[in-house]
């Protein structure tokens, strides 16, 4: 059961999958190289937004570390995964 405000696991991938549904129906119009990195670019947005204005990050240049490592791990890990 998930309290308020509480992010599950299965939330977690929930969401993260409508977010891979709308790519995929982009795919349909927009080519798969051009889409990834308009993905990108929106979430490097939105983290801007979260880091400035939600968590009020004074050393931005720690939380962009932590980003990028996030992104690398989650990167490696899908592409260890050989249902992708």
């Keep these: 059961m998930e309290?308020?405000?509480q992010m599950t696991d299965g939330k977690f991938m929930?969401?993260?999958d409508r977010f891979i549904d709308v790519a995929n129906r982009e795919n349909q119009k927009v080519?798969?190289?051009?889409l990834h990195m308009i993905m990108l670019y929106a979430a490097a947005?939105?983290?801007?937004?979260?880091?400035?204005n939600v968590?009020?990050?004074d050393e931005q240049e720690k939380?962009?570390?932590?980003?990028?490592?996030?992104?690398q791990e989650m990167l490696?890990?899908?592409?260890?995964?050989?249902?992708?």
């Design 3 to 5: 309290a308020q405000g």
């Design 14 to 16: 929930e969401i993260a």
């Design 31 to 34: 080519k798969a190289t051009d």
């Design 45 to 52: 947005r939105y983290n801007a937004h979260v880091c400035r």
């Design 55 to 57: 968590l009020e990050v």
């Design 63 to 71: 939380f962009v570390n932590e980003m990028l490592k996030a992104y």
């Design 76 to 84: 490696r890990n899908h592409l260890a995964d050989p249902s992708v």
